[in-house]
């Protein structure tokens, strides 16, 4: 196994980067007294992923654009100008291979060889060309009452890794490890949190959609439209630029009423794909392992159109809430007070990477 996904402890402060398709997000936080706390963030946003998909950040071809976006990076980190270069970045869902394995309860020593076993059937590439890491989420018995342990196992292709040291280095950051986006969004929002959750991630041209529980991500999957998908439905709807577009998107939401119904109208068909497929993986892990689902909570850039939790909460047949992050894993200081409520859904994989490691003195 690498040790390049391996915890690193004595830090008091630390960078969480979420590099997304269409932005990179950065937050910067500290421990101190017993607790995590907001000391700086910052976005960049790529505009032009909205109507050209050559602009994105990276695609789902595995490939991210190395030196612009690195350029990118530099910037972000000459706008806000943190205390630390110790980072901690994102892996999108469609770079890993992930899988939920089954496995006799073991030593840490002993599930580790057994996991490499596992790999060379489940993962779809010579070994030799992927990094592992795996993660035991729960313990338990069988029908027969032998002792089981269920264990997530991720593999990401070594070119990929080799392609985000080359990224943070050319940033001048300090590369500490890389972490599945779902991972670090299920630590921030259900850390200590024994309900089982479905996470709904809305990015700009992805959807991530995982289930989680106590902090802990058990599941993943990915649905292709996302926020994008909206824009563009507008844009051709009503025959107007792809910026306007986005711009009617963020101000009239599903609230539209009127003449400005109609913006509404033309993204709920997108919209509705994507909570489909977010009540197909529920009703899919639910089934495999009979239990229930409790609550959604929508994060990503597109958690914050407006109308959407009660649009989710009807679709998906349970509660469905906005990220807030901010309310438990990390203290926000009163200066960012005006923005924290628009701040914690789109920042929730940025924010769960940078508490990864931290001290909690």
């Not at 024994?194 to 999957?221: C, F, K, W, Y």
């Not at 649905?223 to 009239?252: H, M, P, V, Y």
Request: proline share 3%; hydrophobic share 40%.
């Amino acid at each position: 196994m690498t040790n390049f996904f391996s915890r690193f402890s004595g830090r008091n402060s630390c960078l969480g980067v979420d590099i997304g398709t269409a932005s990179i997000k950065l937050v910067e936080l500290g421990s101190a007294g017993g607790k995590v706390e907001l000391k700086n963030y910052g976005s960049l946003e790529v505009k032009g992923h909205l109507d050209r998909i050559n602009d994105a950040i990276q695609t789902s071809s595995l490939e991210a654009m190395d030196k612009d976006t690195a350029e990118l990076l530099k910037t972000l980190i000459e706008s806000v100008k943190p205390g630390t270069r110790d980072t901690i970045a994102s892996l999108p869902v469609f770079s890993a291979f992930t899988s939920l394995v089954e496995l006799p309860d073991m030593q840490n020593s002993e599930t580790a060889q057994a996991m490499e076993y596992q790999a060379k059937s489940l993962v779809p590439m010579p070994i030799e060309k992927v990094h592992l890491d795996w993660f035991r989420v729960g313990r338990g018995q069988d029908a027969s009452g032998v002792k089981q342990q269920r264990v997530f196992l991720t593999a990401v292709p070594k070119r990929q890794v080799d392609k985000y040291k080359s990224i943070f280095s050319e940033a001048g950051l300090n590369l500490r490890a890389l972490e599945l986006e779902t991972v670090a969004s299920a630590r921030v929002l259900t850390g200590g949190d024994g309900a089982l959750t479905l996470i709904v991630d809305i990015g700009a041209r992805s959807t991530a959609i995982s289930i989680a529980q106590n902090g802990l991500l058990l599941h993943s999957a990915q649905a292709d439209f996302a926020g994008s998908s909206l824009t563009q439905a507008i844009s051709r709807g009503l025959g107007i630029n792809i910026q306007r577009a986005e711009e009617l998107k963020k101000q009239k939401g599903l609230l539209g009423k009127g003449g400005e119904y109609e913006v509404s109208t033309l993204m709920l068909p997108y919209l509705d794909v994507i909570l489909s497929e977010a009540k197909r993986v529920k009703e899919s892990y639910e089934n495999a392992h009979s239990i229930k689902v409790g609550r959604a909570v929508l994060a990503g850039g597109g958690a914050n159109l407006l109308g959407l939790e009660e649009r989710a909460s009807d679709a998906l047949a349970i509660p469905a809430v906005k990220a807030e992050p901010f309310e438990g894993a990390v203290a926000c200081p009163k200066m960012f007070s005006p923005v924290v409520k628009e701040l914690g859904a789109p920042f929730a994989v940025a924010l769960g990477l940078g508490i990864r490691d931290l001290n909690k003195q």
